[in-house]
């Protein structure tokens, strides 16, 4: 078994969050070797990107080919109500006139790739089809991985830093038992995709809905992506969609008759492949870092995809995972605290974008807290895009409670 002992960092998984922090580390020369288990492309959901990816996707030299893709443009958010009125667009450009305000509907397993190709070109060893078996350790501190490939050979990697990017089923939250899941956003979604479904036009066309089945038990996303394809997808409590209740299929086709905007739009496509579902989405880790390795991506955690937020915390939490680890390598500290030190921030931004969720379960009306406060429609549209990462946000959720206390007095 040959030990390589020349690496400065290993990254698990090569995802957006893997490939984001293994970009950003080669860019300031250090040495990464990532391990993918997967060969790309590879099917994954979380398609909508929302504007402030823009910054991350900049550094990494990645906006010249966002903007040569077929991928859709996607300008705006757009809400349907329960009873079927749908609200004025919120149109990221008359918040934020810069071409960030701009972003894409992306079908992830081209995205992905993009990703990963552009982290190679940059310097990255990029090993697909490779397991990592474990994660070794010295004491407390991590110090390497095992690895074999689709050949069967096995390896020990080491390494000053060990980067879990691997997803949901992340080997370090596990074993470290770091998975808090969430108490209140315990949801599921079930989804398809359809050819020739409606899709609006212009400058709408790429536009994500959001759209609430009649009687409030859920919600689901449409997403134009190009090739005339759709994705559609119902979003729920988990108890709700998938207790007692049929297949997938069945499940789904209940929901869209809950909500006929959804229906009446998809009445003209047809559906090109099998229902998907996922379970249990909302969780976090309590913790982002030890002595030796860090967590990013959804293995940190991951937030209900109401407001399509997955791939910019995945991006985000790559770049300030990488900045922490190229100045603690410069430093030679590689502690639990050097390594973390970006998540209190990041997870006050995480929380933010939890609370605009948990306020939309509760009957959130847009519309009704606009006209209340005219004067945080910006605030509540950088929610939205993302610009999640600064105090004065905090005013939105005061003034909700504000709405909220009102309405309890005139009861």
């Not at 998975?179 to 790429?206: C, F, I, S």
């Not at 406060?373 to 005013?395: Q, W």
Request: proline content about 2%; overall charge negative; hydrophobic content about 40%.
């Amino acid at each position: 078994m040959a030990e390589i002992d020349s690496t400065q960092v290993v990254v698990i998984g090569g995802g957006p969050a893997g490939s984001t922090v293994s970009t950003l580390l080669a860019q300031q020369g250090v040495r990464v070797e990532l391990f993918e288990r997967e060969r790309f492309p590879r099917f994954h959901i979380g398609e909508s990107l929302i504007p402030e990816t823009y910054w991350v996707l900049k550094r990494l030299k990645m906006l010249d080919k966002m903007k040569a893709s077929h991928f859709i443009k996607k300008h705006s958010v757009q809400f349907v109500n329960a009873s079927g009125k749908v609200s004025t667009p919120f149109y990221f450009f008359d918040n934020k006139p810069h071409e960030c305000s701009q972003t894409w509907q992306v079908e992830r397993s081209e995205f992905d790739q993009m990703l990963l190709e552009n982290a190679q070109e940059q310097g990255v060893s990029v090993h697909q089809e490779t397991r990592v078996h474990q994660v070794m350790f010295n004491g407390e501190r991590a110090i390497g991985v095992e690895v074999s490939d689709g050949a069967g050979g096995t390896r020990r990697v080491l390494a000053d830093v060990i980067v879990d990017a691997s997803g949901q089923s992340s080997m370090l939250i596990n074993k470290f038992g770091l998975r808090m899941a969430d108490p209140v956003l315990n949801k599921g979604a079930v989804w398809t995709y359809y050819e020739g479904a409606y899709r609006d036009q212009g400058k709408d066309e790429g536009a994500t809905l959001v759209l609430q089945t009649n009687d409030k038990q859920g919600w689901f996303w449409y997403i134009p992506q190009h090739n005339n394809i759709v994705s559609v997808g119902i979003v729920g409590d988990f108890n709700y969609l998938f207790t007692g209740r049929g297949d997938h299929e069945t499940t789904f086709n209940e929901e869209l008759d809950r909500c006929l905007n959804v229906k009446e739009r998809v009445a003209i496509g047809k559906r090109v492949t099998k229902y998907y579902a996922t379970k249990d989405y909302t969780y976090r880790a309590s913790r982002a870092s030890g002595d030796g390795w860090v967590l990013v991506g959804d293995a940190f955690g991951f937030l209900d995809p109401l407001y399509s937020s997955g791939v910019l915390l995945a991006l985000r939490s790559g770049e300030l995972a990488a900045d922490a680890i190229a100045e603690g390598l410069a430093r030679g500290d590689t502690s639990r605290a050097q390594l973390g030190k970006w998540e209190p921030a990041f997870v006050q931004g995480m929380n933010r974008m939890r609370r605009l969720v948990c306020e939309y379960y509760d009957g959130f009306s847009f519309g009704r807290f606009v006209r209340r406060f005219p004067n945080l429609r910006g605030s509540v549209t950088d929610l939205l895009i993302g610009d999640l990462f600064k105090d004065e946000l905090d005013e939105v959720f005061t003034s909700i409670d504000v709405m909220r206390a009102e309405a309890a007095a005139s009861a």
